[in-house]
């Protein structure tokens, strides 16, 4: 039995040595010098240099002169990171349903006879979606350089320059940054965000 036991706990130990610790740590040493930036949150700060939040995970803008964030389902309130989940009501469910046409009624009182974009309506799976599709956004260009006074061409511009295209050009879809373009926006008109 002992014969049987000691190279069983010398595996052990070693394996819990070889990936519990170095592994792990050599893993960590290559993404702080490869991707300092990612390895640590891909966090974006302010022109104070207050971190403002990540460029990975969304959060809340419902003031009228900031770039709307897709509807949240995580938490009670939205954008919860310790609740993330999309809202897991099916299709044909009718909360979901009527959830989906009110906000589809806002946004056509906001741009009349635009067409409603999928990510406007719905949440994401996560619900912590950082991003929002450039028709979305474009929806939205009046309402912030009403309130911001701004011409729209310079809110159109804030999100040209914040808009991701397709990975290697073939994946994904075109999405824009919300948190970035409403720090673009901020910078640029003076204004800065309480949190």
Same mark, same amino acid.
């Given at each position: 039995?002992?014969?049987?036991?000691?190279?069983?706990?010398?595996?052990?130990?070693? /394996?819990?040595a070889?990936?519990?610790?170095?592994?792990p740590?050599?893993?960590?040493? $290559?993404a702080?010098?490869?991707?300092p930036?990612?390895? %640590? &949150?891909?966090? $974006?700060?302010d022109?104070? &240099?207050?971190? !403002?939040g990540?460029?990975?995970i969304?959060?809340? /803008?419902?003031?009228?002169?900031y770039?709307?964030? +897709?509807?949240s389902?995580? &938490?009670? #309130?939205?954008?919860?990171?310790?609740?993330?989940?999309?809202? %897991?009501?099916?299709?044909? %469910?009718?909360?979901?349903?009527?959830t989906?046409g009110? +906000? !589809?009624?806002?946004?056509?009182?906001?741009?009349?006879?635009?067409?409603?974009?999928?990510?406007? $309506?719905?949440?994401?799976?996560?619900?912590?979606d950082?991003?929002?599709?450039?028709?979305? !956004?474009k929806?939205?260009?009046?309402?912030?350089?009403?309130? +911001?006074?701004?011409?729209?061409a310079?809110?159109?511009?804030a999100? %040209? +320059?914040?808009?991701?295209?397709?990975?290697?050009?073939?994946?994904?879809?075109p999405?824009? #940054?919300?948190?970035?373009? #409403?720090l673009?926006?901020?910078?640029?008109?003076?204004?800065?965000?309480?949190?």
């Amino acid at each position: 039995m002992i014969q049987h036991l000691r190279p069983a706990l010398a595996s052990v130990i070693m /394996f819990t040595a070889l990936l519990g610790l170095l592994y792990p740590l050599a893993v960590t040493g $290559v993404a702080q010098t490869l991707f300092p930036v990612q390895a %640590n &949150g891909s966090l $974006v700060r302010d022109d104070t &240099g207050r971190v !403002a939040g990540s460029a990975l995970i969304g959060q809340t /803008f419902a003031q009228a002169g900031y770039l709307h964030p +897709r509807p949240s389902a995580a &938490g009670a #309130n939205g954008y919860d990171a310790s609740a993330s989940s999309g809202s %897991n009501l099916g299709p044909l %469910n009718p909360d979901l349903i009527a959830t989906v046409g009110d +906000r !589809a009624a806002a946004i056509r009182a906001e741009a009349p006879g635009a067409p409603v974009p999928a990510d406007a $309506v719905t949440a994401s799976a996560s619900g912590l979606d950082p991003h929002v599709s450039p028709e979305f !956004a474009k929806l939205q260009v009046p309402r912030i350089a009403k309130a +911001r006074a701004m011409p729209q061409a310079d809110v159109q511009a804030a999100i %040209n +320059r914040h808009t991701e295209g397709r990975l290697l050009g073939f994946i994904g879809q075109p999405r824009v #940054n919300v948190l970035l373009v #409403n720090l673009d926006l901020d910078a640029r008109s003076g204004v800065a965000r309480t949190p």
